[in-house]
């Protein structure tokens, strides 16, 4: 009697393992065909984009609307790239990104391990001073910082478009400082008892445990300012100073628009973007989550 109960419950659970199971399977592939879905939503556009640069103006407005050209055409690169404008443009977009990238992640790093590691009076509302900043559009700001960089001789110069967002990034900061307060602080006092400063603990033990989260910091920054239209469009007036964002837009005219030669240009821009997060989308998704997780 003892052993057809032992079947009958191992048949039981056999059973119940194998429909939990089941029902695990359909929801992942449900969850996967709507994750596919969306995915197939999101890159239809890229993928309209990048075919339409190889098309002719006719074909772009065809009806019913095709995907791929019928006859393929390099004429919008030609003239994306006939001018030396668009490879200066593409030069002064990478040396600011970059710039503004570099100089964001070391004042962010500093001023987060300030934060999280420097006891002094009103830290903790200067911090949420701080954070209040990340509310406030930029185009409410845009006024009074015109006025700062028209008295510094500023306005038409890069340097109003590199020295703001590099000195003040307080979303990086934020995301530095939770990060930081994880780390153990028995690092730093043990380093402390041989003798280490403040910088040289910053330098040698909380930079390269920071490697990840200035990684996906660094790779947020170096997108925002790369796609940055905004501001300057504010501050530059000489095409020779133009970025690749205010480039692209001269190809759309009052009352026509080069649409090969638009779409052509705005590939060329999107490529190093789709590059960089093709090659860095697992630290991008480990430096929000583990900053996210700390306290």
């Keep these: 009697m003892s052993t057809f109960s032992d079947t009958t419950s191992r048949a039981v659970t056999t059973a119940k393992g194998t429909s939990g199971s089941g029902r695990s399977a359909r929801h992942k592939l449900l969850l996967h065909a709507v994750l596919l879905v969306g995915a197939i939503g999101m890159a239809l556009p890229f993928a309209w984009m990048l075919f339409s640069s190889f098309k002719p103006l006719g074909e772009i407005f065809i009806q ?64 949420m001073v701080f954070l209040a900043t990340m509310m406030v559009p930029g185009q409410l700001t845009i006024i009074p910082l015109y006025i700062i960089m028209g ?38 006092e043990a380093a402390q008892l041989d003798g280490a400063g403040r910088v040289r603990r910053f330098v040698t033990i909380i930079l390269p445990l920071l490697r990840t989260p200035l990684t996906a910091l660094g790779i947020f920054t170096f997108l925002g300012q790369w ?15 133009f970025t690749l964002p205010l480039l692209v837009n001269q190809f ?41 997780s700390k306290s």
Excluded at 73 to 85: C, E, W
Excluded at 172 to 183: A, D, P, S
Aim: hydrophobic share 55%.
């Design 64 to 127: 019913p609307p095709r995907l791929l050209p019928q006859d393929w055409n390099l004429q919008g690169y030609r003239t994306a790239l006939g001018g030396a404008d668009f490879l200066r443009g593409f030069w002064n977009s990478t040396y600011i990104a970059l710039t503004v990238t570099a100089v964001s992640l070391l004042t962010s790093a500093m001023a987060a391990y300030a934060f999280a590691r420097i006891d002094f009076r009103g830290r903790r509302w200067l911090f």
């Design 252 to 292: 759309m005219g009052q009352y026509t628009s080069d649409w090969p030669a638009l779409m052509a240009a705005t590939t060329l821009l999107a490529a190093p973007m789709l590059i960089v997060f093709a090659f860095a989308q697992r630290q991008i998704v480990e430096g929000i989550a583990l900053s996210g």
């Design 151 to 188: 008295w510094l001789g500023w306005v038409d110069t890069h340097a109003a478009i590199i020295v703001p967002p590099a000195l003040f990034n307080a979303f990086g900061v934020f995301l530095l400082r939770q990060y930081i307060k994880g780390i153990p602080l028995e690092l730093e």
């Design 227 to 241: 796609n940055n239209f905004f501001t300057p469009l504010i501050f530059l007036n000489s095409s020779d100073k």
